[in-house]
Every structure is written in C-alpha cells, then in structure tokens.
C-alpha cells in the first residue's frame, strides 16, 4: 500500500491512501497515533479517531491554507498510476 505524504506541519502528518483515489479527494492527519479523514471540497471530517475539537480546528484549516497543494499532489500521484 502506498501512502503519500503531502506535508507535515505542527507535527501532523497529511497523507493520502494510493487505493483511495477513486474517492472524492480527501486526507488523511495523524499525529501521536490518532487519525482522521478530511473531504477536501467541503473540509467535513468524515471520520475522527482521538483528536480532540481544537486539533480538528487547526486541522481544518491547515488542509483549508494548502488544498491547492494537496490537489496537485493527488492529481499528479493519479497521473503516474499510483
């Protein structure tokens, strides 16, 4: 399995999941062994496992400040076939 990281920031890690591209674009945000998953049309978290509501908060908006960012990334990893 294949998992892309797009970025790291404030020691949490922004990733994407290779089988994942026939979903709508979203991330996936770990940090000390918690996970959650952002759609990245609408920033709605489609699952949380740990992070409390200030980390979504941030969460939120750092993937808000960097969707471009993410976008191209999964574009261009859709691109070379995973």
């Known amino acids: 399995m294949i998992m892309p990281t797009v970025f790291i920031q404030n020691g949490y890690r922004v990733s994407f ?3 994942d591209l026939a979903e709508r674009m979203h ?3 770990f940090k000390d062994r918690h996970e959650c998953k952002v759609w990245l049309d609408d920033l ?3 699952f949380n496992h740990g ?3 200030r ?3 941030e969460i939120r908006r750092m993937i808000a ?3 471009a960012e993410i976008v191209e990334r999964w574009l261009e ?3 070379h076939g995973n």
Do not use: C, D, L
């Open 77 to 79: 990893h859709g691109r």
């Open 55 to 57: 980390e979504i908060a």
């Open 17 to 19: 999941y290779s089988y």
């Open 51 to 53: 992070f409390n509501a």
């Open 65 to 67: 400040e960097r969707r």
């Open 44 to 46: 709605a978290v489609a």
């Open 27 to 29: 991330v996936h945000v």
